[in-house]
């Protein structure tokens, strides 16, 4: 992705404007009258080379036709006569390898689970054991368990394939406040963004040992104040979002920071309240701000490449994002708090 000039940063903003109108999702019988009405949201505006696709959008059971999942016939609670029937307000966002999209909602107090393989919408950690209270990060594996923070219990819960909790991770006093999530598969390891303590905690995603804490309270390199949002890379490099040191910084597997992105401003490519924090396959950062409501994408020296959205109900515009997560395609899935909603996008690589 080359880097994009002022001007550009303009066009990419107004292609907004005029796709997202042209690319709102058409009813079936839409489709059917007029196949190749449909026009693609895509960032930047034609003749430039598209490198951002608008994909779908998640919202609730209405998503799919199917209304049940066997999550609900796994995790059955008290209030399960009356289901949250959509997202209120998405926090977290994670992609399973298999495309499963867990969301969690801090208002619901709910794990959505969207499978649009099945076209279903389930929830996660619904009852007994590992109920959650206020879900906040999520963080899925290659195998099939999902981990959970609960700001509310001051617990991350593992939860097995079937459903059921595995593993709960923490012990009394140890943490805070948990928020973000970032889960390093190749090294089996959970990251914990602990706002109240201004640290990032690491433990062993195989038995919840504790390995290392990052950070303390601080504005220097390695410091934090109420960082929020994870991401590890390929190279089990972490990423965390310092929200309000207005920066990202990264660090290596072993806790050593690596380098800072970002810095105080209301212009582009500066950070007024980062976020959510994901990498792509090849290596461009990018960063959902609540301020700007929009996503801002780096390389790897922290250089601007482009933004996608602003304020706005649309597809493509986003009220208050907040968690963002990359999967290993390279699609980009935003929670959009303001808009009850995960807008879902990809990346489009350079022809070979």
């Given at each position: 992705m080359r880097r994009g000039r002022p001007c550009l940063l303009l066009i990419a903003a107004l292609a907004g404007v005029f796709a997202a109108r042209a690319g709102e999702p058409l009813s079936a019988a839409q489709r059917k009258k007029a196949p190749?009405?449909?026009?693609?949201?895509?960032?930047?505006l034609p003749p430039e080379r598209p490198?951002?696709?608008?994909?779908?959008?998640?919202?609730?059971?209405?998503?799919?036709?199917?209304?049940?999942?066997?999550?609900?016939?796994?995790?059955?609670?008290?209030?399960q006569g009356r289901p949250a029937e959509a997202l209120i307000k998405p926090y977290g966002v994670a992609a399973a390898p298999d495309g499963r999209v867990y969301v969690t909602d801090t208002v619901a107090r709910k794990v959505f689970v969207f499978d649009p393989t099945a076209k279903t919408v389930g929830f996660l950690?619904?009852?007994?054991?590992?109920?959650?209270?206020?879900?906040?990060?999520?963080?899925?594996?290659?195998?099939?368990?999902v981990f959970v923070?609960?700001?509310?219990?001051?617990?991350?819960f593992g939860y097995a394939p079937d459903g059921a909790l595995a593993?709960?991770?923490?012990?009394?006093?140890?943490?805070e406040n948990p928020s973000g999530l970032a889960l390093d598969r190749k090294l089996q390891r959970?990251?914990?963004?602990?706002?109240?303590?201004h640290q990032v905690l690491c433990y062993s995603a195989t038995d919840g040992a504790f390995v290392r804490a990052i950070g303390e309270r601080g504005v220097d390199p390695g410091q934090f104040n109420f960082p929020t949002n994870l991401f590890v890379d390929a190279q089990s490099r972490l990423y965390v979002a310092d929200t309000l040191n207005f920066r990202v910084q990264v660090?290596?597997?072993?806790?050593?920071?690596?380098?800072?992105?970002?810095?105080?401003?209301?212009?582009?490519?500066?950070?007024?309240?980062?976020?959510?924090?994901?990498?792509?396959?090849?290596?461009?950062?990018?960063?959902?701000?609540t301020s700007f409501n929009n996503f801002q994408i780096f390389d790897a020296s922290g250089a601007l490449l482009m933004f996608v959205g602003f304020a706005g109900r649309?597809?493509?515009?986003?009220?208050?994002?907040a968690g963002l997560f990359v999967d290993d395609r390279d699609r980009i899935y935003v929670a959009d708090q303001g808009n009850a909603r995960v807008q879902v996008f990809e990346y489009i690589k350079a022809p070979q």
């Amino acid at each position: 992705m080359r880097r994009g000039r002022p001007c550009l940063l303009l066009i990419a903003a107004l292609a907004g404007v005029f796709a997202a109108r042209a690319g709102e999702p058409l009813s079936a019988a839409q489709r059917k009258k007029a196949p190749a009405a449909r026009t693609e949201l895509v960032w930047p505006l034609p003749p430039e080379r598209p490198r951002i696709r608008y994909l779908t959008t998640y919202r609730g059971l209405a998503d799919f036709k199917k209304k049940t999942s066997r999550w609900k016939t796994l995790l059955l609670g008290p209030d399960q006569g009356r289901p949250a029937e959509a997202l209120i307000k998405p926090y977290g966002v994670a992609a399973a390898p298999d495309g499963r999209v867990y969301v969690t909602d801090t208002v619901a107090r709910k794990v959505f689970v969207f499978d649009p393989t099945a076209k279903t919408v389930g929830f996660l950690g619904e009852s007994g054991v590992g109920r959650v209270a206020k879900p906040i990060g999520v963080a899925a594996g290659d195998d099939g368990r999902v981990f959970v923070a609960d700001a509310t219990l001051n617990r991350v819960f593992g939860y097995a394939p079937d459903g059921a909790l595995a593993i709960a991770i923490g012990r009394e006093g140890e943490l805070e406040n948990p928020s973000g999530l970032a889960l390093d598969r190749k090294l089996q390891r959970i990251y914990v963004a602990d706002s109240k303590k201004h640290q990032v905690l690491c433990y062993s995603a195989t038995d919840g040992a504790f390995v290392r804490a990052i950070g303390e309270r601080g504005v220097d390199p390695g410091q934090f104040n109420f960082p929020t949002n994870l991401f590890v890379d390929a190279q089990s490099r972490l990423y965390v979002a310092d929200t309000l040191n207005f920066r990202v910084q990264v660090f290596d597997a072993e806790g050593k920071v690596l380098t800072t992105i970002g810095s105080q401003g209301d212009t582009a490519g500066k950070l007024n309240r980062p976020k959510g924090v994901g990498v792509d396959s090849e290596g461009h950062i990018y960063v959902a701000d609540t301020s700007f409501n929009n996503f801002q994408i780096f390389d790897a020296s922290g250089a601007l490449l482009m933004f996608v959205g602003f304020a706005g109900r649309d597809p493509g515009e986003f009220l208050l994002p907040a968690g963002l997560f990359v999967d290993d395609r390279d699609r980009i899935y935003v929670a959009d708090q303001g808009n009850a909603r995960v807008q879902v996008f990809e990346y489009i690589k350079a022809p070979q």
